[in-house]
């Protein structure tokens, strides 16, 4: 392991009857990153993380975070490790305070969780009953509870699901301020966006097996065109030769509609250049960069959207 690894999993098998729910999974963790593993639903994700909390027993391979065996020593593993429970893991007529004060409680050691609540943007449903709160804020709440006894590694799977668009932001500077604060992050989602934003590596898994693993942006240069463009010729009747420009790696033409792909930065730039100076009139046109979501097209050959 070297030595700023926190979680290194090798050779992780798990089935349920002839289901391989995770078939040979190997991956480490570095402090202080946030990692993700996206794929889509069914794909393996929970069965993983479930068996690096120790929450799962697994038939093979070995698993190591932060120097525990998590099957055989998960008592030692627990209070240094966050965990976001599930929503139906708490009573309706709890209140935050209580539920905070429950959690603190279990461990040997517990920050002051005034100060999270602070800054999760809670404190004024202090007293609030949990049935009360609204899907962010059920959401926040146990954003907190893994907290509560400072950990070095914080789980959190799905964190997003079932928020809207705004509070899924504020999830993502909530798991940003982690990472600031020298937590190691893990966290699953099956949205591609939200792993290409905010993680700083990415495990994409199918079918039980991890199919590429790396930044979102070499994941992006290596397996996908960076940029697309598409416009349309003013003029029906005119060649159009892009041979000449760098970068370029498929042409095609339609008609008078132009789809090019490519795979330098500047890419936009220098096609513009070309039909200016060629005098070549265009309309419609425009320029989009690969994401996480084309990896993903490009190694499975299939959607991954919700
Ligand atoms: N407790 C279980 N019993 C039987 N099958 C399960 C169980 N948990 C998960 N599975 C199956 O294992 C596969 C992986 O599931 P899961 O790890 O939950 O994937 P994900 O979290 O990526 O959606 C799926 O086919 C799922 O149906
Ligand atoms: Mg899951």
């Known amino acids: 392991m070297k030595n700023n690894t926190v979680i290194k999993v090798e050779g992780l098998k798990k089935s349920y009857g002839s289901n391989k729910a995770v078939d040979d999974v190997s991956f480490e963790v570095s402090h202080g990153e946030i990692f993700g593993m996206v794929g889509p639903n069914g794909a393996g994700k929970t069965t993983t993380i479930e068996c690096i909390e120790g929450l799962r027993k697994f038939d093979e391979g070995s698993i190591d975070v932060l120097g525990y065996d998590p099957q055989k020593e998960g008592s030692k593993l627990k209070p240094v490790i966050g965990i976001q429970l599930q929503q139906s893991q708490l009573q309706e007529h709890i209140r935050v305070w209580e539920a905070l004060d429950l959690y603190s409680s279990i461990y040997p050691k517990s920050t002051d969780w005034n100060i999270i609540l602070e800054q999760l943007g809670l404190t004024e449903k202090r007293n609030e009953y949990f049935s009360k709160l609204s899907g ?154 690969s994401t996480l979501e084309d990896v993903f097209l490009k190694l499975t050959g299939r959607e991954m959207r919700d």
């Open 136 to 289: 962010g804020q059920k959401q926040r709440l146990f954003i907190a509870l893994s907290l509560v006894n400072d950990p070095e590694i914080v789980f959190l799977d799905e964190l997003t699901t079932g928020l809207d668009p705004q509070a899924r932001r504020a999830m993502w500077n909530l798991v940003r301020s982690m990472k600031d604060k020298g937590k190691t992050v893990y966290l699953t989602t099956h949205f591609m966006e939200e792993a290409e934003k905010l993680c700083d590596r990415v495990a994409i898994i199918d079918h039980g097996k991890i199919i590429a693993i790396d930044t979102p942006s070499e994941l992006i240069r290596k397996y996908s065109h960076n940029e697309r463009i598409e416009f349309t010729l003013v003029d029906d009747n005119i060649d159009v030769d892009l041979g000449g420009i760098e970068g370029l790696t498929s042409f095609d033409r339609t008609d008078n509609r132009i789809i090019i792909y490519g795979n330098s930065a500047d890419l936009t730039q220098k096609v513009v250049n070309h039909l200016t100076e060629k005098k070549i009139a265009f309309s419609d046109f425009r320029s989009e960069k």
